[in-house]
Nanobody, 117 residues
Framework: QVQLVESGGGLVQAGVSLRLSCAAS???????????MGWYRQAPGKQRELVAH???????SYADSVKGRFTISRDNAKNTAFLQMNSLKPGDTAGYYC????????WGQGTLVTVSS
């Protein structure tokens, strides 16, 4: 199993930036096998949705709602993924969850992002 630990959430005002981090740990084989990493979010009363995704080679994709504002990146040497969130809006308020997929799959426990107007 892949263990994922997120950090960086918080309560912010609209328009500011936050950077989320996701550190992966596990066996050497498990970590080396991770291909894709992604960030999902789930707002109260809504389904979990994919926010951004990045492959091991650095190919990225984004939800339309965050394109141009959020940037996903990863440091393969440190087994860490990041989500830079700029120009935050109240609609971005949600629990943000890191996901990794390789030989095994893992989910983080989530970090809460609250954006006030």
């Amino acid at each position: 199993q892949v263990q994922l630990v997120e950090s960086g959430g918080g309560l912010v005002q609209a328009g500011v930036s936050l950077r989320l981090s996701c550190a992966a740990s596990g066996s050497i084989f498990t970590i080396f096998s991770i291909n894709s990493m992604g960030w999902y979010r789930q707002a109260p009363g809504k389904q979990r949705e994919l926010v951004a995704h990045i492959t091991k080679s650095g190919i990225t994709s984004y939800a339309d709602s965050v394109k141009g504002r959020f940037t996903i990146s990863r440091d393969n040497a440190k087994n860490t993924a990041f989500l830079q969130m700029n120009s935050l809006k109240p609609g971005d308020t949600a629990g943000y969850y890191c996901h990794a997929l390789g030989a095994l799959e893992g989910w983080g426990q989530g970090t809460l992002v609250t954006v006030s107007s």
